[in-house]
């Protein structure tokens, strides 16, 4: 009996002893998956720490309750920038990655990179930059006085589909400026995002540690803010615009800003707001301050003033005018082109509150935006302090005089989502009588059209004569030549193109050593067009070019495959529609028009009908136009398949007769 009990003991302990062996593994793997990399701390990152913590938040009205993913809730958070490097940081840039539809309503110390006002949508992540304190400097210069070298911007906003206790936290943060690498940021907790961002040793810069002021950056168009003049309560500053890009350029130019410490325009040179007003000074705290100023004779007091050029004839006014490059109705010209006219500058005279009453106490505007008629889209950075700009001297002396302080806004040329272009282009050619028209809404169509017609219904092709007659005009010639030419018509018919500006593209002839090409610009318009251009990008047959006879044009050699054309002196003004000569006939678009000549010597092997001699990008001022989608086809061609199959036929009948 005792030997069975102590065998029984036995096979207990080996049980035991078994299980203890077989759960150690495991033992041993969970505690290697909690002993993970630690988050990095203020205290280890030798470099820009950057946190995003979430606070907390709410629902709010109003409740939906089919559709969660589109219930709204309150967020508040707080991004954090520590300069914990040995150098500075200037004009600090962080990206955020919002990814539940945020709508950012205010965001403190901070404005967004791409110059947008708040409140603004920032679903798809946003880039802060520091304001008023853009730059951190480091423990080492301040003894580790956290004020001058940590931000906290503070952000505010409405997020969608992520109920408490559910965080909404973005994807990711890091620091955008350049010569600095980002890890993926790590959590701490639920709640808070980190991330150390350090030098990249392999970056190439031209930053010097030593410097005071970043150097300055290249754009397609760039902003200078000059101050020129400083006082306690007021300062003057020269505005300066230039277009740096080949293709690139503004007519009637608007340029628009945010004033964030309620500053006002009391006097301008070389250019004037496009709306006198001054009632926020009136009923708001300028008027309290400056009691004995006669606001009668200041000319903006709104938050987010609109600057627009003046009119050559007030160039020599001894009130508005005598400001270099001024005074040209709104019209830059790319450096290619006329680099005189590729600039515009004005000056203002800008009153200052408190607690900003100090000569040395200078702060721009920030959020600019700059846009044209029928140019091409400009997203612009924030102003960048650089070193202090040079003016030749007003009086003809040989010297120089400095600015007091200068800011440098960086724009460039944007295609944003959704955004349609402001021009179109329609094709035709000598061996077809049909002219593929301008796409169906290329420009975009209105919402309300008043009548019914199709957004997707393909364009109907149009004959010849079509070209000069509004689209509102053209209904029955393009019914009437589907009958002729036996094509289907779709029910309800295509909308119009809505497009301001349109050019045909007309393949006139081809032969063995060369061809030709027209073309036509039309202006839908009313306003005019001065020292209007084109630019045509054609892959291959570019090299090609000879001459436009009845325009001024060239092969471009800092734009690939590009012809440039232009008017001749006396003949580079595009006139807007005009009346036609009775009260019924339809109105008239301004017109300009030239044959293009080009050799196949430079492009052997060149298709012309068959692609080749088609433009792949058409630019009018700059703003890239909408293309067909397809090229016209010779009936020869298509009817060749048909000739062929009936010569087989007929061969096959007299071979069939001999046998």
Request: proline residues 8%; contains cysteine.
């Amino acid at each position: 009996m005792a030997g069975h009990e102590f065998n029984g003991l036995i096979i207990i302990f080996s049980l035991i002893i078994a299980t203890t062996i077989t759960q150690f593994p495991t033992i041993l793997s969970q505690s290697t998956a909690v002993a993970s990399a630690p988050s990095p701390s203020a205290e280890t990152c030798n470099g820009i720490f950057i946190t995003y913590t979430y606070s907390k938040g709410k629902q709010l009205p109003p409740t939906l309750k089919k559709d969660l993913t589109h219930q709204p809730y309150r967020f508040e958070s707080t991004l954090t920038v520590l300069n914990n490097a040995e150098e500075q940081l200037k004009s600090w840039r962080v990206f955020v990655g919002f990814q539940h539809n945020e709508f950012l309503v205010s965001a403190s110390n901070a404005v967004l990179v791409d110059g947008t006002t708040l409140p603004a949508a920032v679903g798809n992540g946003t880039v802060f930059a520091g304001f008023p304190q853009s730059d951190l400097k480091t423990g080492i210069e301040t003894a580790g006085d956290l004020t001058q070298m940590e931000v906290q911007v503070n952000l505010v906003g409405t997020q969608f589909g992520v109920a408490p206790p559910d965080v909404p936290l973005p994807s990711n943060v890091s620091l955008v400026n350049d010569g600095f690498l980002c890890p993926e940021a790590s959590m701490e907790g639920n709640t808070t995002m980190l991330v150390c961002c350090t030098k990249d040793p392999n970056a190439k810069t031209e930053i010097v540690v030593d410097d005071q002021f970043l150097p300055r950056q290249s754009g397609d168009l760039t902003i200078m803010y000059d101050v020129t003049k400083a006082y306690d309560t007021s300062y003057w500053a020269q505005v300066t615009i230039s277009n740096h890009n080949p293709l690139g350029r503004l007519d009637y130019w608007m340029l628009s800003w945010d004033w964030m410490r309620d500053e006002f325009i009391f006097s301008m040179r070389g250019a004037y707001p496009y709306v006198v007003d001054t009632t926020g000074c009136i009923f708001g705290p300028q008027a309290q301050f400056y009691q004995a100023l006669d606001f009668s004779t200041a000319l903006n007091c709104q938050k987010r003033p609109t600057i627009v050029d003046l009119p050559p004839s007030k160039a020599n006014d001894s009130n508005l005018g005598y400001v270099p490059f001024c005074c040209r109705n709104g019209t830059i010209l790319p450096p290619s082109m006329d680099p005189t006219k590729s600039s515009s500058s004005f000056q203002i005279q800008v009153f200052k509150m408190p607690p900003d009453n100090n000569r040395s106490q200078l702060i721009p505007p920030q959020n600019w935006q700059i846009n044209g008629t029928l140019n091409p889209d400009y997203k612009c950075g924030p102003p960048i302090r650089v070193s202090p700009s040079q003016f030749s001297d007003p009086s003809g002396l040989p010297t120089n005089t400095t600015a007091v302080a200068s800011w440098q806004i960086v724009c460039n040329i944007t295609q944003p989502k959704n955004v349609k272009p402001k021009c179109c282009v329609s094709y035709s050619a000598y061996f077809n009588e049909s002219i593929i028209p301008c796409k169906t809404c290329a420009c975009g169509c209105l919402a309300s059209t008043g009548r019914t017609c199709s957004t997707t219904a393909p364009a109907l092709f149009i004959p010849p004569e079509a070209q000069l007659v509004p689209f509102d005009n053209r209904t029955a010639l393009a019914l009437a030549w589907a009958q002729l030419k036996h094509r289907t018509v779709p029910n309800p018919l295509p909308c119009g193109d809505n497009c301001g500006v349109s050019l045909n593209w007309h393949l006139y002839t081809d032969y063995s050593r060369g061809w030709t090409a027209r073309i036509t610009l039309f202006n839908w318009e009313d306003v005019v067009f001065p020292d209007w251009f084109v630019a045509v990008e054609m892959d291959k047959a570019a090299p090609g070019f000879e001459k436009a006879y009845s325009f001024n044009g060239t092969l471009m050699t800092d734009v690939n495959n590009t012809i440039f054309m232009q008017g001749h002196p006396g003949l580079n003004y595009l006139l807007g529609e005009t009346n036609g000569s009775t009260a019924t006939d339809p109105r008239i678009p301004g017109k300009q028009q030239t044959v293009i000549s080009f050799t196949k010597k430079t492009t052997p092997g060149i298709n012309v009908a068959d692609g080749d001699g088609f433009p792949t990008k058409v630019y009018f001022n700059g703003e890239e136009c909408s293309l067909p989608d397809i090229i016209p086809q010779s009936s020869s061609k298509s009817s060749s398949p048909v000739m062929l199959i009936s010569c087989l036929i007929s061969i096959l009948v007299l071979l069939w007769m001999e046998l």
